[in-house]
């Protein structure tokens, strides 16, 4: 598919996936053998493990929306910078919620072959944001 194409795809799930919880319509989007890379490591999770990743995201994030900054396509990679905005509602890495909006940058990218995502990662700024909403504190502040 032509880059434009991918883009469009991975703009269409965020938009209509992540961004609503629509995880009925997971299948349009992801491919059966997706893939999740973090730390170098890939996560073959399927479309099961896809669900349970934006529910997951979802349900400490209840109003999370992501909105596309800017998109880069070469062939079947997509990179996508974003802003994601939510209110930490849920327990997520051992943090308790907080109740607080949270504004965070990200870039992902995704990898689409034959009209689905079959691999995606990235990476997000998690340290400020958290630290603003207080999710996370530091022991020993020098100025302080």
Do not use: C
Request: aromatic share 6%.
């Amino acid at each position: 598919m032509p880059a434009d194409e991918n883009k469009l795809i991975v703009r269409r799930y965020y938009e209509e996936v992540v961004n609503t919880g629509d995880v009925t319509r997971l299948a349009e989007f992801i491919s059966p053998a997706y893939v999740e890379v973090y730390n170098n490591t890939r996560h073959p999770v399927g479309l099961e493990g896809a669900k349970q990743h934006v529910l997951g995201v979802r349900e400490t994030y209840p109003d999370l929306h992501l909105t596309i900054e800017q998109q880069i396509a070469e062939g079947e990679w997509v990179v996508t910078r974003v802003t994601a905005r939510g209110t930490h509602e849920g327990v997520w890495l051992g943090m308790r919620p907080t109740g607080e909006k949270l504004e965070m940058t990200a870039v992902n990218i995704d990898r689409v072959i034959d009209g689905r995502i079959v691999e995606h990662g990235g990476a997000a700024n998690l340290l400020e944001p958290f630290l603003e909403i207080g999710a996370i504190r530091i022991a020993d502040p020098v100025d302080g």
